[in-house]
T-cell receptor
């Protein structure tokens, strides 16, 4: 069974629209870590954020924000006022006893 | 700081050929990892090294071997390449020394390998 599910395969928006990426995870552990990584067209993986299971405080960093809800096992990611440079594949990942990645969501921002 | 570097960036092999992918990090990290990325499957762990001198299998180790040459370098070897090993390979490192994964992993730029 998938431990990390990113139900959205592709999202296409026009610049300045907001984009929300869904991530649902599955684990039996009470201590775990969640990550978001960005993979731009150039191919490298860029770390965006890490949260631990005891910290449900949502976070905003510039145009990025994250919504962590243990009750629904979700760790969603929003890009506000999207820009063309946000076009990338975004991966959600879970560490419980190993690091598991979701399949990724491809975001295309059109000018 | 270069972070995590990988060589080569691209490689084409014929079935049965061997090759070694090189990875080095300059962040003084203890743990290093090799992943492969295939379309629609995210990243899957091949091998990891929690600390210098130790290596362990990940999710998809068959057909690969690794060497943790020193604290900085972690190489991945394909002894007899197969078309199923066509993929993008990523090396990563993290500060953790005991286990792995709880701290943040930083990735190299990747190696795109095609096996004909």
């Amino acid at each position: 069974a998938q431990k990390v599910t990113q139900a959205q395969t592709e999202i296409s928006v026009v610049e300045k629209e907001d984009v929300t990426l869904d991530c649902v995870y599955e684990t039996r552990d009470t201590t775990y870590y969640l990550f978001w990584y960005k993979q731009p067209p150039s191919g490298e993986l860029v770390f965006l954020i890490r949260r631990n299971s005891f910290d449900e405080q949502n976070e905003i960093s510039g145009r990025y924000s994250w919504n962590f809800q243990k009750s629904t096992s979700s760790f969603n990611f929003t890009i506000t006022a999207s820009q063309v440079v946000d076009s990338a594949v975004y991966f959600c990942a879970l560490y419980d006893y190993k690091l598991s990645f979701g399949a990724g969501t491809t975001v295309t921002v059109r000018a | 700081n270069a972070g995590v570097t990988q060589t080569p960036k691209f490689q084409v092999l014929k079935t049965g050929q061997s090759m070694t992918l090189q990875c080095a990090q300059d962040m003084n990290h203890n743990s290093m990892y090799w992943y492969r990325q295939d379309p629609g499957m995210g990243l899957r762990l091949i091998y990891y090294s929690a600390s210098e001198g130790t290596t362990d299998k990940g999710e998809v180790p068959n057909g690969y071997n690794v060497s943790r040459l020193n604290k900085r370098e972690f190489s991945l070897r394909l002894e007899s390449a197969a078309p199923s090993q066509t993929s993008v390979y990523f090396c990563a490192s993290s500060e953790a020394g005991q286990g792995w994964g709880t701290d943040t992993q930083y990735f190299g730029p990747g190696t795109r390998l095609t096996v004909l």
